[in-house]
């Protein structure tokens, strides 16, 4: 067979030779932008092209520092096709972190959306491998800014050339992007991806029995384009020329909704506060969401009410996948076999709450002190996924060693596998509660908690115990209407129609809100910290 | 990202793993045979187990020559997931040439069907490096046979290891699998397919945009196993653990449409002539087809009038496919892209009937003397082909220099490009006629005949003509009902509604039946010596 390499090269030709007329929507701060593939492919070189004359050269990074819109995804594809790093920067990092990740990487050149300069102003000073700043924005003139130097998107694609070639000699193991995971201590840790991975990355989810996202689609991605790639969708839409949607910045419930609505959107992927604000904002307003063909949920799982929501009322397939910056993303997806045919909604419900079957491509075990668990649906382990689109090391990272160890990417998730395969997320391995030397699943005991009528959000951590090591706590966040109006008694009553005795929270705490890390999830460690606290001082 | 290498051995360890009771449904002469695929992989196994102890090592060729079934299906993974190499046999060669290839690949091992004994009997003591045969068949006795050293299949079977590993350590560019294509003049041409080239076709063929082979389907080959790895479903359909249905020997139109009807199958793929036979046979019994999602036609061109039948009056979509054994085979595919969500019936018959748009991942270009074509429907040139699932080369054979040249494979195929970038083969090479220095597409004058009511079959090939150098000549096969009904000048009337004067034929032989090529093609070359001979004697 020829030596052909797996390039992102061939993604943006197809859809330029095949594709001019596909749309891509962008809603950006001055309104909704509209343009083809083909006025896409024709920036996008020109990008590379100015790119190249400042300097970008093969290997280098080149961060970005930006929402979801049409400019990012000119980025997603100048930059490794001309053998450049694209390095998607966390917008949501703390001053810290973000200096660290900038230095980490090396990047050279940073694309800084208007809105944002203030973020990377804050830290010019301690960027030490920074030698330019492009601003995207659709102003004529520059907003006022101390970044030095500093140039217009815009005025940079209008003085290059559009005929600008891309490499199409590149080696499928060439470095295309990075991100950046965020860890439980210490600084955020770097995943590269090659070339190879995505290109591979994208036809998984182009499968039937995966995400199937397909020329028909319009695609809109809600997760963070410098979260996993925006789990892959950007590159795969291109490559099979999906139209897509991009949200843009400050997106709302009202948004999406909107969007959905006027674009016809098929095809979408968020996390779970996501679509349950999009829930909430449909009970609201007029809005169609029937073009949706699939909704995938992912980062954390979603309570079983809105789920069914979503596939009951709105007919929308609610798919949950699993995955890590590590895994390119996706890894597992709760898509229905044939065997399910003939299941009742509930049947379905229940299989959709999972994080479901491995995708064609990557290998799974579940893993605990005795071996590979049993498919039972109950014994927990730790998830260890391995494959061509799963990272082998931290970017200079003396941490990798924890996590890569005989070939597998321990996730530091916590699993169990029922009989047809699935897997279902049980809860980090730091977020476990170990009670008197059993596994205690602080998601099973949340996800409980938020299908009660009244609760909006749950936490639920580990506090210090003198007998059983560590008990149970549940932070909970009532809904508008029901604050003061459920007990603590209540709603353990309600736990224990479901769970062992041992597994009830031995205390319930009402908040107003909980804690959220920059990509939206719990943030268990400071709850985890505050309450241990507070039970030492009792 | 890790250096996982793209094997076929995670195919079967993702069928065992994650479908154990789906089913593989195979025709013997002794019946229907079915088993899922939990016991396939053990058989599977056990082959390996067998073929290992017979002395089969990594690179050996190990060849087959059977229909399509299910112990094909077992040599289908047992070989090339030991590290050898499964060479598919074309059971319809000519003796020379079936003695050629077995020599020539230096098949060490022999994996033959009952019924095919004699074929092999017959050259047996011509074949050079044949060590051992085994014998695939139902009985509990190896029928006489003067092969030697022989084996039967199942007792193979029964004496081996059930936990026989297959191999996880391959190089994804290790040889897997060998087939030979006819060529115009001499031997056969053997084209080896890499694990890693059947590993992304396979993955190609599972996307939504081109045959979407998934878990959900139940996919009957009807093109042979060894035809281009029955075009690449069976090994799709493992890694997806799609239901398989396997034709058997012999099989007819009437089989065909039974298992079909009984086995609720989704998906099948065949050449023109089977579907020509098929909407025959559903017009006498009482079949029902209703299960399929899609059928492909592929090998050569379908009249409209079968592509019309099958869309319009069985609501099965109709999807050319266009490949040769050089590409794995699927490069191209008349599937509908969104834009065609309002098309007429015949304006979806009319994408229907070109071959179609290239799969993601290959590369195409249609080129003459002047360059690459415009995308005019009409200008015709020479199909080029490239990407990782082409052949650089033919097996040991000095002829490669003139297929494979610039990293690209020269199709010989003469084919145009629409304005949406679908192709439409007009002709191969050697059969198109040049006339007066411009091209006339034999196919273009065969496929109008064959939509006339009348005709059953026609061919069109060129006869040398003093002024015009080349001229077309029709051979027609009428309909039973039709015969001395239809005369020549009334085909020439009803050509001339679509074609210029100078592309009509300057005769119209009729005949009782066309010569076909082994592969069920029309014979043109044979045709044309017998025309040549009898125009230059008038």
Redesign the interface.
């Given at each position: 067979?020829?030596?052909?390499q797996?390039t992102l090269t061939?993604f943006i030709?197809?859809a330029e030779?095949?594709f001019p007329?596909k749309q891509i929507i962008s809603r950006t701060l001055s309104g909704i932008h509209r343009f083809t593939y083909g006025q896409y492919v024709k920036r996008t070189k020109r990008l590379a092209s100015a790119l190249t004359s400042l300097g970008m050269e093969k290997g280098m990074k080149i961060g970005t520092f930006a929402w979801n819109h049409h400019r990012h995804l000119e980025a997603y594809f100048a930059v490794p096709c001309s053998g450049a790093v694209l390095h998607m920067i966390n917008i949501r990092l703390s001053p810290e972190h973000l200096t660290y990740v900038i230095n980490h990487a090396e990047d050279k050149i940073l694309l800084i959306d208007e809105d944002l300069i203030p973020l990377i102003e804050n830290i010019q000073d301690k960027l030490a491998t920074v030698e330019k700043y492009i601003i995207m924005t659709d102003k004529q003139e520059l907003p006022e800014t101390s970044l030095s130097p500093v140039y217009s998107y815009e005025d940079l694609l209008q003085k290059s050339d559009e005929n600008h070639p891309f490499d199409e000699h590149l080696d499928e193991?060439a470095p295309a992007g990075m991100c950046y995971t965020s860890a439980t201590t210490g600084n955020p840790k770097g995943v590269?991806?090659?070339h190879?991975?995505i290109y591979?990355h994208s036809?998984?989810i182009?499968?039937?029995?995966t995400l199937?996202?397909?020329?028909?689609d319009t695609c809109m991605p809600v997760v963070p384009m410098f979260h996993a790639n925006a789990w892959g969708m950007p590159f795969a839409a291109v490559?099979?020329g999906a139209n897509q949607v991009f949200p843009g910045p400050g997106m709302t419930p009202a948004i999406i909704a909107e969007l959905i609505t006027q674009e016809k959107v098929t095809f979408t992927a968020g996390v779970p506060t996501i679509w349950l604000g999009l829930l909430k904002e449909l009970e609201k307003g007029d809005y169609d969401i029937s073009s949706l063909r699939a909704l995938i949920c992912g980062g954390a799982a979603a309570p079983k009410s809105v789920i069914r929501a979503f596939e009951n009322k709105y007919h929308v397939p609610f798919i949950h996948g699993y995955g890590m910056t590590e895994t390119?993303p996706v890894a597992t997806l709760s898509t229905l076999?044939?065997?399910m045919v003939d299941a009742s909604k509930e049947e379905i419900i229940e299989v959709r709450a999972k994080q479901g079957?491995?995708v064609?491509?990557l290998?799974i075990k579940i893993v605990n002190e005795n071996g590979e668990v049993p498919w039972d649906g109950k014994t927990m382990g730790e998830l260890l996924i391995?494959?061509?689109?799963?990272?082998?090391e931290y970017y200079k990272d003396d941490r990798s060693a924890d996590a890569f160890k005989d070939?597998w990417l321990y996730t530091g998730d916590i699993a169990v596998m029922d009989m047809?395969?699935c897997i279902k997320i049980m809860d980090r391995t730091k977020d476990l509660i170990k009670s008197g030397g059993e596994w205690i699943s602080s998601v099973d005991l949340e996800n409980a908690l938020m299908s009660h009528e009244a609760v909006f959000e749950a936490a639920v951590v580990a506090v210090p115990h003198e007998k059983w090591q560590e008990r149970p706590v549940a932070c909970v966040v009532l809904k508008d209407d029901y604050h003061g109006k459920v007990s603590k008694d209540e709603l353990l009553e309600y736990l224990s129609r479901q769970f062992a005795k041992w597994w009830l929270p031995d205390d319930v705490l009402f908040m107003e809100e909980i804690p959220k890390t920059s990509v939206g999830k719990f943030l268990k460690r400071a709850l985890r910290d505050q309450l241990k606290e507070q039970y030492s001082n009792n």
């Open positions: 067979m020829m030596n052909t797996l061939s030709q197809r030779k095949y007329q193991n590269v991806y090659s190879r991975g591979l036809m998984s182009g499968l039937v029995d199937g996202i397909s020329e028909r490559w099979f390119s076999k044939s065997g079957l491995v064609p491509g290998d391995r494959g061509p689109w799963v990272a082998d070939g047809e395969g």
